[in-house]
C-alpha cells in the first residue's frame, strides 16, 4: 500500500511540474485577453472615446489593479488607466469597455463598465487623463508585463498610425491609423485567437454599431460587433442625444408657408403663439411649460 502511496504522490508531482504554477492563474484571471476595439472622436468630438477588451476564454475577469497604458506615436506615455474593480461575467467572448464622460452621454442601449477618471486614470506628460487615447497615431497595451495564455509578452498591444520609440509594435507592424473624429468608426480586431500576430493584419476600420441590442450567451464568441460592455449589451453612439440635452425652449419659428399673425389680429395672433408655446413647454419644460402657457392662451381669450 505504501507503495502506491508513493506512485501516487510522485505522479501528481510530475503533473504539477509539467503545468506549472502559474496555470491556474493564467486560465482564471487576466491573462487571456486581447483589446478588441479602440475609438478616439464620433461625430465630430474628438472626447467620446472608448476601449473595448474581449475575453479569449472563460474566466478572465480578475482585472482589478491590472492596467492599460495610452502612447502616443513616438512612444511618450500619456496616460495609465487602473481597473478599479474586477467586473461580473467572464464567459469567452465577453467584454469590458471603459469610456470617456461624453461616451455615456452619447450612447444608447447602457453605458460603459468604467469610465476615465482622475481616480483611476493617472495623465503623465501633458496628457488628458479624462481623454487619454492618442490619435492618430499611438500605442494601447494591456498589462504591460505579464504574458498572456500563448504565452507570449504583453498580454495585447496595438500600435497604430506611423509610430516610433516606445510605441513600436510588440506583434508585426502598425495598425491603420485611427480616423477623424467624423469618422464612424473604430480600429476593430478581427479574431479572438490566443497568440496576437500582427497588428496591421488583426486590425482595421469597422463600424461602430446602428442599433442596440443584447447578445446571447451563445453568439459572445462570434458576434465581433462594438462597443460592447460586460452586460452583454452592445451600444449605439448616436450624437442626436446631445441636441436633446439642457436648453431652454425659445419662441418656435414659423413653419414653411405658415401666415404671421395681421396687426389687426394681435389677440389672436398671440393666442396662437401661446398655444404652440403650451406644446414647446410640454416637451421641453414639462408640466409646468404647458400650465404657464395654457394660462395666457386663456388671458387672451
Given at each position: ?82 481597473f478599479p474593480a474586477n467586473v461580473t461575467n467572464a464567459n469567452t467572448g465577453d467584454s469590458i469597455l471603459i469610456a470617456s464622460p461624453e461616451f455615456n452621454a452619447i450612447s444608447h442601449g447602457g453605458g460603459a463598465d468604467f469610465i476615465f477618471s482622475n481616480g483611476n486614470t493617472v495623465g503623465a506628460n501633458g496628457g488628458d487623463p479624462l481623454h487619454p487615447i492618442q490619435t492618430p497615431d499611438g500605442k494601447i497595451t494591456f498589462a504591460p508585463g505579464f ?155
Open positions: 500500500m505504501w507503495r502506491l502511496i508513493l506512485a501516487s504522490g510522485v505522479l501528481l508531482a510530475a503533473l504539477a511540474a509539467a503545468v506549472g504554477p502559474s496555470a491556474e492563474v493564467t486560465f482564471a484571471s487576466f491573462h487571456c485577453m486581447r483589446i478588441h476595439a479602440v475609438k478616439a472622436g464620433f461625430g465630430g468630438d474628438p472626447k467620446v472615446q472608448y476601449i473595448e477588451l474581449r475575453m479569449n476564454t472563460f474566466g478572465q475577469n480578475l482585472v482589478g489593479g491590472h492596467v492599460i497604458e495610452f502612447r502616443d506615436g513616438s512612444g511618450t506615455l500619456k496616460a495609465t488607466f487602473t504574458s498572456n495564455c500563448a504565452p507570449t509578452t504583453p498580454v495585447d498591444s496595438v500600435s497604430y498610425g506611423t509610430v516610433s520609440g516606445a510605441a513600436a509594435p510588440d506583434y508585426g507592424s502598425a495598425a491603420v491609423a485611427l480616423p477623424a473624429a467624423t469618422d464612424n468608426r473604430a480600429l476593430r480586431l478581427s479574431n479572438l485567437g490566443f497568440t496576437p500576430t500582427n497588428n496591421s493584419t488583426e486590425y482595421s476600420l469597422q463600424p461602430v454599431a446602428t442599433s442596440s441590442f443584447a447578445v446571447a450567451p451563445a453568439n459572445l464568441a462570434s458576434d465581433f460587433s462594438t462597443p460592447r460592455n460586460n452586460s452583454r449589451n452592445v451600444l449605439e453612439l448616436s450624437v442626436a442625444v446631445v441636441a436633446r440635452v439642457g436648453g431652454v425652449a425659445e419662441a418656435p419659428a414659423l413653419a414653411p408657408g405658415a401666415v404671421a399673425a395681421s396687426p389687426g389680429d394681435a389677440g389672436h395672433g398671440h393666442r396662437g403663439w401661446y398655444a404652440v408655446a403650451g406644446v414647446a413647454g410640454a416637451l421641453s419644460l414639462g408640466a409646468w411649460g404647458a400650465l404657464w402657457a395654457l394660462g395666457r392662451w386663456r388671458a387672451q381669450a
